[in-house]
């Protein structure tokens, strides 16, 4: 791997995880959470897209790469989001009322 392509993947993992963080929070986790996130997130999108055998051309490699890793950080997120304990007011609170 030379360090263009090293470049691209942490590239493509920043936007990637800060996208995710914008929808799913609100703001982002950090660069290099961010980082963490867009690639873990584009490992798990890849192997989504690939099991499900769905092809996705956006026109751009590039764009291409930050989609899927986008949909695969939402995808980790939501899981992490789930398994983290909470309580129950705190998971669902317009279920509460005060």
């Known amino acids: 791997m030379n360090i263009e392509s090293l470049l691209v993947t942490l590239l493509v993992g920043a936007v990637a995880g800060w996208l ?6 609100g703001s982002g986790y950090g ?10 997130g584009a490992l798990i ?8 055998k769905l092809p996705i051309y956006l026109g751009s490699a590039l764009v291409d790469r930050i989609v ?12 992490v989001g789930l398994l983290r304990p909470r309580r ?7 279920f509460w009322r005060r």
């Open 20 to 25: 995710a963080g914008l929808i799913m929070r």
């Open 68 to 79: 899927v890793a986008v949909i695969g950080a939402l995808v980790l997120l939501l899981i």
């Open 45 to 52: 999108g890849t192997w989504i897209f690939a099991s499900a």
């Open 31 to 40: 660069i290099i959470g961010d980082i963490v996130v867009g690639l873990l």
């Open 88 to 94: 129950f007011r705190e998971r669902f609170p317009r």
